[in-house]
């Protein structure tokens, strides 16, 4: 099986029983991350996967949010990607607003520095 088989196959198995993210994480994430599979369509399903599965069984208040956070991040400059993603954004902010899912705010590595407040 190739490696992209496989991680399709991976996501399914996910999509079908996000219990399985427990067992499958670590060779899902390893194969995502593979040069050939990185930027590829198997490699995106498997990490929406993954944030799917965790909204299933969150480990604690701010993992969803993080992942999310993670895939925005990682696909920011390919708008087709962030159009694929926007569903799944708008999935969580649905979950939050019905306290299905804590709500958080999760702070990304990248952000301005703070300019001090000038009187």
């Known amino acids: 099986m190739t ?10 198995r996910i999509e079908a029983d ?16 593979q040069p050939e599979l990185s930027d590829g369509d198997a490699a995106l399903r498997w990490r929406i996967a993954v944030v799917r ?13 993080e992942l999310y956070g993670e895939l925005v991040d990682r ?3 390919q708008p087709a990607r962030l ?18 899912l804590a709500r958080s705010l999760v702070a990304r590595s990248d952000r301005r520095p703070h300019r001090p407040h000038r009187r």
Do not use: S
Request: hydrophobic residues 50%; negative net charge; glycine residues 8%.
């Open 3 to 12: 490696a992209h088989a496989r991680l399709a196959a991976l996501a399914a």
């Open 18 to 33: 996000p219990a399985a993210l427990a067992e499958a994480r670590g060779e899902g994430d390893a194969l995502a991350e």
């Open 53 to 65: 599965a965790v909204i299933a069984a969150p480990p604690d208040g701010d993992a969803v949010r």
């Open 75 to 77: 696909y920011r400059d």
């Open 83 to 100: 159009a694929e993603l926007r569903p799944l954004g708008d999935e969580i902010r649905r979950l939050e607003a019905d306290g299905t």
